[in-house]
C-alpha cells in the first residue's frame, strides 16, 4: 500500500513537472524512485543474510504451565532489516493448534531475540515450525518472503500425580534358601540353622567357633527375603482414546500408578507392545527418572496409539507371568487400570485428577 501511495506521488509530481515547466519536480520524482529502489535493494540483501532459530525448553514442560518459545533472528550481512515477520505453527500429535506471528527488527550483523509465551492445553509433543520469514524495507514499503525450516519439539507432560498403593501382600516374604551375606544387599540375613559343611560351601559361612568344639565343619544356613513382584502394562495397541482429555487422563494415570508403586517401595516392570516394531517393550522402574524417561519415550511419537490387538504370543506371556506369582496391572486407553482381568479403577477424561487424588488402590 506504501509503495503504491509513493508511485502515485511520483507520478503526481512528474506531471506537475510537466505542467508547469519545472525541472525540480522531476528531479524530486526520480529521487524518490531512486531512494525507494535502494531501499528496496538493501532489504532484499538483508533477507539472503537471516537466519531463522526456534528454541523451546529442554526439560519436560507440564500441560497448563506457561513456558516460553523463543524465535532468534540472526542477521549475517551488514544490511539492517528494519522490519521481519515470522510466522510460527504450533502442533500437538501433529494436529495444527496455533499459528501466530511474531515480528521484531535486527541490525546488520545482529541478533533478535522474541520470546512467544504459550499454554499447552493437552500433553504430547509439542513441535513448533517457523515456515516463512517476511522483510520490509527501512520504510516498509514492499515486503520480501523467504521460506525457512526452522523447528523445536517439547513433550508435554500429564499431571505428574501419585495414585497411593497399599501392597497388602508387602510384608517380605520368607524363602528358605541357602546364601550368604557377601553376596546379599542390605541388612545381613537371619541364620536359619546350622548344618553340616557341603562341598562347595562359601568358607566365610563356615560357623568356625562350632565347628572347633565339635571337630567338624558345620556351615550356616540363611533365610532369604523377598518382595512381591509387579508388571504393568500400557495398553497402547486397545485403540485410540477417546478424545485428548481421555487421553490426558491416560498418561496421568500410568504415570500415577508407577508413581505410587515406586512410594510403596515397590520397583516393577514396565511393559508395552511397540506395533511398529512388532516387539515388546520392556523398562524396569527403580526410581522416577527411570519412569520419566519411559514416559518421554512414548510421548515424543505423533501416534503412540493404535496398531491393532495385541499378538496370541503377547497375550500368552502375561498369562504366564501371572501363573509365575507375578501382579500384573493393566492401563487400557479408557482408561481403565485392571488388577489381571478385574477393573479396579477407571477415570472420567474430564476429571481425572480429582478422581487420581480421591482413590487407593489395595494390591
Known sequence: MRLFALLLVSLALLYFGGFYHAPAFAAAAVAVWAVAAVLLVLALLARRGLRVTVRLPEGGVRRMEPFTCTVEVENRSVFPAGRFSVTLTCRTQGKTVLTQKVRGSVGGRGRAAIDLPLTARHAGLLTVEAGQLRVWDLLALHAFRKKVDARAEAVLLPPLLELPVALERAALLPAEEDGAPGVLDGAPPEVREIDAYRPGDAMRDVHWKLSARQDTLLTKRYSLETRPR??????????????????????????????????????????????????????????????????????????????????????????????????????????????????????????????????????
Open 230 to 363: 509387579f508388571c504393568v502394562w500400557w495398553e497402547l495397541c486397545a485403540g485410540e482414546p477417546a478424545d485428548a482429555d481421555a487421553a490426558d487422563a491416560f498418561w496421568a494415570l500410568c504415570f500415577a500408578l508407577s508413581a505410587g508403586l515406586l512410594a510403596a517401595e515397590a520397583p516393577h516392570d514396565l511393559r508395552w507392545y511397540d506395533a511398529a516394531e512388532k516387539r515388546v517393550e520392556r523398562r524396569r522402574i527403580e526410581d522416577r527418572e527411570d519412569l520419566l524417561r519411559a514416559l518421554t519415550a512414548l510421548l515424543r511419537r505423533e501416534k503412540p496409539f493404535g496398531g491393532g490387538p495385541l499378538p496370541e504370543a503377547v497375550q500368552a506371556e502375561r498369562f504366564r507371568d501371572a501363573a509365575a506369582g507375578e501382579t500384573v496391572l493393566t492401563i487400557d486407553t479408557a482408561p481403565c487400570l485392571f488388577l489381571g482381568t478385574h477393573a479396579v479403577l477407571r477415570l472420567n477424561g474430564e476429571h481425572y485428577v480429582e478422581e487420581i487424588g480421591k482413590n487407593r488402590i489395595l494390591l
